[in-house]
């Protein structure tokens, strides 16, 4: 995740451990989405998201390039071949690139790439807190791209982008073999500017036209919940460069306010800074306890435990929920492991993405880099949950109408036809208070009449049509729908009330 966010110039400084010597420099990148590269979609550029724990290093000093097994002899007798005999004249480049791209894929992991020019520089932009685009979490999936979460309160997010979704087509052109690097650049854009996604969401196919916009800069907001003005609700969208401090003024704020019991919402969030993960989870964990475990191959996991080198002295004491669905990825996996097995919080809601792998990053020559999976993170206990996720201790679904396909705005239905749109449109309409007997997608008098009290209602052209408008109408109302009606945090505020 993906993901997470690597800052070159503050490095994670971790501390050594009795396992293991003097440690090294570590940084993190967020992967948005695992799976494989996953990117998050900024204007300044794209962001490995999700917790790539990465260590930069000098792939010509420290690599061992000196040994070339015999086997290599086949391979520079092809370069020879095709750089002194083939027809067509060929770079070193062109050849070289291919050689490495091709020995990576042989690994089948996502992870490892080989990244030039423009792409190494978009995996090393830093997270600011704020960025133009659509704000989501990439990977690759089945040889498209998937979604890995929506940013909340991102243009993403409120055009109704789910995590799972497949993106088919960007701008109409086939996302197929893509890597997310190459979608990332895609779909960035300035604000204002729109693009144009084909999204399969399980059996159904539609498009979504999201206009470009600010993604939040603040990670962490909190208020006291309306059920019960003695729990706070602290939302943390990803794990940015302040996500700490921002949570810290948050958690005393709603202290005075009158808080007893917190419940930290971490749904749709895709990660970011591995300190930030370990910097915040280690406020709510007894100094000494595990917070995560990172296993190299051939060695024994090195364990990082709270202490106050992350978090001060600040203690949260008071009782914990936690919320998770299946776009809670990398860094809020990390947080999330760590305060279920340490501390016996419970975690509220759907099973987590799951990605437990991290990278480490080399610089080759010019502006190229290698960046290959060389270690696992695991949970305190030592469970790994690489494409398994965290279950939750008290399982809550999002309501079904959360999980409907978007109306294709792109596309006007008339009365008189039938499409999957007005099927879903007849729904939406039923959920806005309409009594529709009919759902099957049939555009009959009675859905018109329903659609003009809509449209009416929204303050927008009665035409009687699903237009483009109209389609964005009936799409918002779901999304400010399911914003009302959430029986996880509802499930959550009670389980934290309950406790003592």
């Not at 110039?9 to 420099?25: D, G, H």
């Not at 990117?39 to 000093?61: F, S």
């Not at 020019?117 to 089945?142: M, P, R, V, W």
Request: no cysteine; net charge positive.
């Amino acid at each position: 995740m993906a993901k997470d966010n690597e800052h070159p110039e503050n490095p994670a400084q971790v501390p050594p451990t009795p396992e293991e010597k003097p440690i090294k420099r570590y940084r993190l990148r967020t992967v948005i989405i695992t799976g494989a590269a996953a990117l998050i979609i900024g204007a300044g550029g794209t962001v490995g998201a999700g917790a790539l724990y990465l260590h930069q290093q000098n792939a010509q000093a420290d690599a061992d390039v000196t040994y070339v097994p015999n086997s290599f002899k086949d391979l520079l007798k092809v370069y020879s071949d095709v750089k002194n005999n083939y027809y067509i004249k060929t770079s070193d480049t062109k050849l070289v690139t291919g050689a490495i791209n091709g020995m990576l894929k042989t690994l089948n992991d996502p992870f490892s790439q080989y990244l030039q020019g423009s792409d190494a520089k978009e995996l090393n932009t830093t997270i600011s807190g704020s960025f133009e685009g659509i704000g989501a979490e990439i990977s690759q999936a089945d040889g498209h791209i998937q979604i890995v979460s929506p940013i909340k309160g991102s243009p993403a997010d409120k055009a109704g982008l789910k995590a799972k979704d497949i993106i088919t087509a960007i701008d109409g052109k086939s996302t197929q073999g893509w890597s997310t690097t190459k979608a990332s650049s895609t779909i960035r854009g300035k604000k204002g500017t729109s693009v144009t996604l084909a999204i399969k969401r399980g059996s159904d196919t539609f498009n979504i036209t999201i206009k470009r916009g600010v993604v939040p800069l603040t990670t962490v907001t909190g208020e006291l919940s309306d059920q019960n003005k003695k729990v706070g609700v602290i939302s943390i969208t990803q794990f940015a460069d302040n996500t700490n401090k921002e949570l810290k003024k948050s958690i005393t704020s709603l202290r005075k306010q009158g808080a007893k019991s917190f419940v930290i919402d971490l749904r749709q969030n895709p990660g970011g800074l591995l300190p930030q993960a370990l910097e915040t989870a280690s406020m709510f964990l007894k100094d000494g306890q595990r917070i995560m475990q990172v296993q190299q191959r051939d060695s024994k996991p090195e364990i990082f435990t709270a202490g106050k080198e992350y978090d001060d002295g600040f203690k949260v004491t008071e009782p914990v929920t936690v919320l998770i669905d299946s776009g809670s990825a990398s860094a809020s996996e990390i947080f999330s492991g760590a305060l279920q097995e340490s501390r016996r919080t419970k975690l509220i809601g759907e099973k987590s993405f799951g990605k437990g792998v991290v990278q480490t990053v080399s610089q080759l020559s010019g502006d190229s880099e290698v960046k290959i999976t060389t270690a696992k993170w695991l949970t305190p206990s030592g469970g790994w949950i690489q494409k398994k996720g965290l279950t939750p201790d008290i399982k809550v679904s999002y309501p079904a109408y959360a999980s409907w396909p978007l109306l294709n705005t792109k596309k006007v239905n008339k009365p008189g036809t039938v499409a999957t749109d007005i099927a879903t449109a007849q729904k939406i309409l039923n959920l806005s208070g309409a009594k529709l007997t009919q759902t099957a997608g049939y555009f009959d008098s009675a859905t018109e009449t329903a659609l003009k009290a809509f449209q009416t209602q929204q303050k927008i052209t009665v035409s009687g049509e699903l237009d483009s408008a109209t389609k964005t109408a009936l799409n918002n109302y779901v999304y400010a729908q399911a914003t009302k009606s959430d029986p996880m945090l509802t499930k959550a505020g009670e389980t934290v009330a309950a406790e003592k």
